[in-house]
Each structure stands twice: as structure tokens, then as C-alpha cells.
């Protein structure tokens, strides 16, 4: 919701942990280039990647380059640009719990401050698994690389940073001692936990959508609304990552994170401002208010579902048991749809449905607000026996956009009515290649603006959700995995589950 161009932060060193994983070549690395390509990454900006397998400075550069040439979302690569940008990147291999390789780490950014201009300012950012986050902090600190404060108290436009990619901790107790981790070396300011989501445009759209227009206010709420629902779809399966996803499922992965993120922002209240904290005060107030579900709850309101093998998209596919890294006999999820509720004057009684999963029946991200029915009495038995609610549809992605479905008169000397859809698509209303959500919050980073990134309380009440149902699944584990196939919207919810909202069911063959 702000001004790219309104930033112009000072140069830093960026120290990539985890530099030669995925995430840097698929995601980190393409957004610094296109950064750099829109003349938006500072001047002099300085890449250090910090990983324990050895590689040089040329090596890791050649990577990069490699990676940006296949990942980035502008093609061809201008040479000089990544020519430009590559002489500042260097790589420091060290292990993640010993001291050394911190010590280098520690003397070659002081050296560099002196000789490429950095100023002591410093992001790091941790792409690496939950449990080195803690041991990289405490050799960060015992290196002297977090204290900031002494070299920059004089200077005010100088910072240090820490970014923490997802998962942030494993479950409530892990992410609340890895915060009080935190709390005990950094201040809340410098602390950015990742959740890519918000940097995505149609996802900043949503407030846009909500604030700047004044015909949804009035209708936004309980009286006129029916159910709402965020989905989160994939046909993709494992990708190569079954290792990290059999010790983390659906919930952790994407429920946790990326769709109670969406929800909260679809139903929190007006905030007070654009600033960080502002918004993310009305964020905190919607988890505070979303029902818990625990205990027998959780068998009545929640499903959670692993594919078996199938075909998708014409293309045979493997059983979750069967991918690379997952255990045989794993019963972790790859698909969870729940119902809960709102308890705040907003939205009491209204279902909230919440959806995501692995090889579904189509990749769509988008949340739904459908209204409630007209009272029958103009069109009711006959005419309108086929209509359908009023519904808002934000498309997150793909096809980008947002659209309204109501009811028309079919033209005609008869009285037949039928829904139709009003459609604005992001792509031809705005041409201009959107950025990725990681150029975005990279520029966040270093421009210190924490309104797109999770605070503290914030996950915490994510996870607090999320506990209630893992704890529940851990005392009774599924009897009847694998019980969906590819490419289908799931297993299908017993009767019990939605059986007063039947049209929750799949979200885009329910057409106009
Ligand atoms: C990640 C999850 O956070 O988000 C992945 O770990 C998921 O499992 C991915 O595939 C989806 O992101 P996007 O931007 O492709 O929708």
C-alpha cells in the first residue's frame, strides 16, 4: 500500500544464510537483480552469501548468475546490470554452529564497510531451517556482528536488520521461545519475519479493495454477509521438497501463515493509519477473536487429507508416500479445509472456511465473500430458482483480479433470470509487469518498513490456532490415508462437516 519509489535506503551488506538453497536461486537472487534492473536497489548494495558447503566468490557468483538467467521474471538479463551488481557479491563458507566461520564473516563485512562504503549497515537474512535460526543469532552475537548500537547510535540512518523466512518456529512453544531468542538480542524494529504473501500485489490489493472505495464498508459484516472463504490450491506436489514438508504439512506450511494472513486482512477493521503498527494492530485483533478448534471440534469442523497416486492434468503422478524424502508411511497432510468463526460484533455467526492443499484439481489462490440471499418474494419459486447469492471473488492469483457475481434478466420477452459475472482483470486494466513479493519486501527490509512482515504477537496467535488442531490430530492420526486422488478439490467433506454450507465445496467450478 506504499510508494515504491517513496524509498531510498542506504547501502548494505545483505548476508544471505542458506545462500546456495532454493529460495536464494529461485527467489532471492532474481528479486536483487530486477531491484537493481529499476535502478531501486541502493547503489553499492554489497551480497554476501554464508552457506557450509565451500565455493568461492566466483563460484557462488557464477550461481547466482545461472539462477537469475533461468528464475527472473524479466528476460533476456541485461549484462551490465548483473555485471554491476555480480562484482559486489561474495560467498564466506562457514558451519552454522561454530564460531569460525562468523569471526571471517565478521572481519570481511568490517573491511568491506571500509572499502566499498557499507557503513555498518547490515541485513541479515536467515533462509535456513527452524532449528539453526537460534545457533546463527548466538554466533551472530558472540562474533560482535549483531551490536549495532555502538557503531550506529550517532548515525540515525544507519540499521541492522534481521529477516526470518518461514517456517517461524514448529508450533506455538517453538515459535514463542525463538521469539523470546530474539526479544533477549534485536529490538521488535529490526526483527522482519517473512510471510511472501503480503508482498504480493493483489494481496496489498485487498485494502486497496476494502479502504478506498466506499460501497463494501456498508456490506462488509455479518447482517448482509454469508460465509467467507480463503483458499490456498496447488497441483503441484512436492517439488523436491518432501524432506521438508513430511516433518511440516499443510497446516504449518500454508494455513498457518499465508491464509490466516489473508483472512486477516479481508476482515480486520479500518486501521488507524498505514504505519506497521497500525495495521498490524487490527491483524492481531481479528486472530485474537478467530474460534479455536480443539479437541472433539477439530473431527467435526476440520478435514485433512494426503493423495494417493493419480493422474494430473493428463500426467501420472506419485502417492505422497511415494515422493522423494517422505516417509512411506507418513501421515502428514497435504490438504486441510476447516470451518471456524469469527467471535468479534463483525462477523458473529458468519462461517469461515479456510482451505489449502497439495495436487488439487486446479493452482488458485483467492479469497470469497458471498452475501446473503434476496428474500424470494419478487423472484423467488420461478424465476430465481437457479440464481445464485451475490459473491466477491479477490483473485490472488493467477488471473489476477477481482470479480462480483449477481443476477440479470436473460434479454428476452420471458421472465428468466441468471447470474452473471462483473470482471475486472488485473493484467489488461494495468499492463505493467507487477514485481515479485520478494523485491518488494526486500525493499522493505532495507528501507525499514515492517507493515508487510509478521510481528511478534502476530504469529504467536497463529500458532496458537494452529496448535489446537495439531494437538488434536496427534492423539487421534488418520485411519484412512491416502483418501483423495490428484486433481481432484480434496477428500470430500463428511456430511457433518459442511452440511449447512454446501456450496463450500470446490471454488472455481461453481460458475456464474
Ligand atoms: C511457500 C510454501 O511458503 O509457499 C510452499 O512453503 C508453497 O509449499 C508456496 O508452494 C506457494 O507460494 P506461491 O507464491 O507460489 O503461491
New binding site residues.
Partial sequence: MVELARYRPERCIIVIFGASGDLTQRKLAPALYNLAREDLLPEGTVLVGYGRTPMTDEAFRNRLGESISRFSRTQPIETDVWETLAGRVFYQQGAYDEAEGYRHLHRRMEDMDGRLGTGGNRVFYLSVPPVVVVPILHNLSAAGSLARRRQCDEDSTCYLRVVFE?PFGHDLGSARSLNAEIDRLLEESQVFRMD??LG?ETVQNIGVLRFANSIFEHVWKSESVRWVRVT?A?T?GMEG?GGY?DSTGILR??LQ??VLQLLTLVTMEPPASLEADAVRDEKVKVLRCLRRLEGHEVRRSVARGQYGRGTINGQQVPAYREEEGVDPHSDTETFVGLRTYIDNWRWAGVPIYLCAG?RLAEGL?EVSVEFKEVPGILFGAVHGRQLKPNRLTVRI?PNEGVSLRFASKVPGLGLELRNVEMDFPYGSAFPAASPE?YERLLLDVMGGNSALFARRDEVELAWEFASGILEAWQKEPPPDFPNYAPGTWGPIPSEQFFAEHTSYAAPSPDSP
Fill in positions: 518461514k511472501h504473501y504480493k490456498v496447488e503441484l521438497r514438508f506450511d500454508i501463515n499465508h497439495k489462490v492469483q513479493a
